[in-house]
């Protein structure tokens, strides 16, 4: 539906307007009286735009509104890849609780070099830099820090004695709305967030019925009427109220993208889903020590034209389309049409292809059913026992599954898991960036960075390189340039080609050491800085040209700084002995 197909659509809803193109039009202004919206479902919501939220717009942003996505945010002017489209600091954010002790519950950073967190002592649950990050979230945590101490006194054993973190996160959410009051911009903006509480899948209602009653229990709340001074006055706010927080909350994560919490930014919260997206939401710690942590950015990954629609991912989109559509529709309740979704050419996805029979170079199609037939994209050879790669489809996922559930318990069982299975993937044809090879890399690769801090051996760093550069393979395949899931990667790369070599091979040793993969000595020390380079390049863009590339950009680059001087000093070695063979030869 067109923009005026919408407005005349909009005329039939009795009396009300939409959030519209033309935001700076008196009649679409956000914060209307009347204005509402047309959800994604194609139902009519109440939702109203906070000026609060469209106040934290920059002037080259607006929202707009179509039947099918809702309110999105466009660009009004050209931007370029690398640039930093809205900066902010979340209204709401919480540690995950096995990080609590690790990262400050305020500011969400590590403690500086040397430093510890220091424990709140009344729960002895929350961790802080220093008192001034303590006072900073007193307000809040006064009423949480109560509520962790009563849940933990009626906690059946240690490992259940802190709520889970979607349960902490819409404790804080309820308590800044009862501190700042039901008309305070908070809780104008958290309400004007989508909710889906009138179209819920079957499937999410019995997590909502969970999620609702884990919070009645650590709000500590015995009647209903006692949820009124949260705004909550019958159980379809307490619906609204999980919806909301459901479909509009950010994972927060790391200079280099490990999950560490949850947040949520109502502006944030106004960019739609693609699986092709143009742009990304990062935390990249940039040295401007003057911005407040944490600090959420949404960067462009490409160059984006005037009125094109910023789009982010909300799931993983180097998952093949069935995944990534089911992922959707449970968590965010709609169908993804976007541009990979609906392509129809004669594509193969790098998600689901094996490598051509015949080797060619070309790729074929993974074989979804036993009958399928597949063929190669360049010679037409066609995919043999396609049953044999449909089952180690099916059982390689369900080693994904299971090694990703014991990983971080049982890590010797998971890579058990990835060791037997990813061999299996590579004799059926699979390539690097297909489902289920692709996560099996990663799995494995954290697998084997994680022993290397112990346990430091040549083999072992040898398999975290090679196993590195297939995800690498894998990802390039599947992800633009620039996006930050790649930068992390190969700045991971980098750094364990630099990694000095626990028993470099002997130049004499078989097979010789310039057909190996990794190279060893200085051919090594040049690939990690060609890698490192190339991650630079790509954090640059991901995290923000301005930003450097973010925390872990700076990182890198003084490691390439380190590795050129070693380069010299191998140079430098090298010309010496020469001259001196020179000289005693004359
Ligand atoms: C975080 S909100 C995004 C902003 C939302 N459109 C609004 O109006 O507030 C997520 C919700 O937006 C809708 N949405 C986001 N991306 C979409 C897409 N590609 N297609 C359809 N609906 C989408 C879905 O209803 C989803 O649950």
Redesign the pocket.
């Known amino acids: 539906m067109s923009f005026v197909d919408l407005q005349s659509a909009r005329k039939k809803k009795e009396n009300k307007s939409f959030?519209g193109a033309k935001s700076s039009n008196a009649e679409t202004k956000p914060g209307n009286q009347d204005q509402s919206?047309f959800?994604?479902?194609g139902s009519s919501?109440s939702?109203q735009?906070s000026d609060a939220i469209t106040a934290q717009l920059p002037a080259g942003l607006e929202?707009r509104?179509d039947e099918?996505?809702?309110?999105?945010v466009h660009t009004k002017s050209h931007v370029q890849a690398g640039s930093v489209l809205i900066s902010c600091r979340p209204r709401i954010n919480i540690i995950s609780t096995q990080h609590l002790d690790v990262y400050c519950s305020y500011c969400c950073e590590r403690p500086q070099s040397n430093g510890v967190l220091k424990r709140c002592t009344r729960c002895r649950q929350v961790w802080y830099c220093n008192a001034a990050c303590q006072n900073n979230d007193w307000s809040i945590h006064k009423s949480e820090c109560a509520a962790l101490q009563r849940w933990k006194s009626h906690a059946p054993s240690e490992h259940v004695s802190v709520p889970g973190d979607a349960v902490r996160c819409l404790g804080r959410i309820v308590w800044t709305m009862q501190k700042e009051g039901q008309d305070s911009s908070w809780v104008k903006e958290f309400n004007?967030?989508?909710s889906?509480r009138t179209s819920l899948p079957p499937s999410a209602v019995d997590s909502h019925a969970h999620l609702a009653h884990a919070l009645v229990q650590y709000l500590g709340v015995s009647s209903p009427i006692e949820l009124a001074p949260f705004g909550l006055s019958s159980a379809a706010d307490l619906v609204d109220l999980i919806s909301r927080f459901t479909?509009?909350t950010f994972t927060l994560t790391t200079s280099s993208l490990g999950p560490i919490g949850i947040c949520v930014s109502p502006v944030?919260?106004?960019?739609?889903?693609?699986c092709d997206p143009n742009a990304v939401m990062v935390f990249p710690h940039s040295s401007d020590s003057t911005v407040p942590r944490p600090n959420m950015q949404l960067i462009a990954i490409r160059d984006i034209k005037p009125n094109e629609q910023i789009?982010g991912s909300?799931v993983d989109v180097t998952l093949p389309k069935e995944i990534r559509q089911r992922e959707?529709q449970e968590?965010?309740?709609?169908?993804?049409?976007?541009s990979l979704c609906v392509r129809r050419d004669i594509w193969i996805d790098p998600r689901e292809s094996v490598r051509c029979p015949k080797s060619c170079g070309g790729i074929c199609p993974a074989p979804i059913d036993d009958d399928d037939l597949c063929r190669c994209d360049k010679c037409g050879a066609v995919v043999p026992a396609t049953d044999s790669i449909v089952d180690a489809r099916r059982v390689g996922q369900e080693a994904v599954d299971k090694a990703t559930l014991v990983q971080d318990q049982d890590p010797a069982k998971a890579k058990q898991l990835t060791s037997n299975m990813i061999p299996i993937l590579i004799s059926t044809g699979l390539t690097p960036s297909s489902h289920p090879l692709l996560p099996l890399y990663r799995i494995h690769l954290e697998l084997l960075v994680s022993t290397l801090g112990s346990q430091l051996n040549q083999e072992t760093l040898d398999e975290a390189i090679r196993t590195s550069a297939k995800y690498n393979a894998g990802l390039s395949n599947v992800l633009t340039k620039g996006h930050p899931v790649r930068g992390v990667a190969l700045s991971e790369l980098g750094k364990l080609l630099a990694v000095d070599e626990p028993s470099p091979a002997s130049p004499d040793s078989n097979p010789p050491p310039a057909a190996a993969f990794p190279p060893s000595g200085p051919a090594r020390l040049r690939l990690a800085h060609e890698t490192l380079v190339r991650a630079l390049e790509e954090l640059s863009i991901g995290f923000g040209k301005c930003n450097n590339g973010g925390e872990l950009g700076q990182e890198v680059r003084r490691m390439i700084l380190r590795l050129e001087s070693e380069m010299k000093v191998w140079t430098q070695g090298v010309r010496n002995v020469m001259a001196d063979t020179r000289a005693a030869a004359s």
Not at 68 to 72: A, H, N, Q, S, V
């Open positions: 959030v919206y959800g994604s479902d919501s939702q735009l929202v509104a099918y996505t809702g309110r999105g004007s967030m989508q889906h479909t509009n944030m919260a106004l960019v739609n889903h693609s789009f909300y959707l968590t965010y309740n709609f169908r993804c049409k976007c």
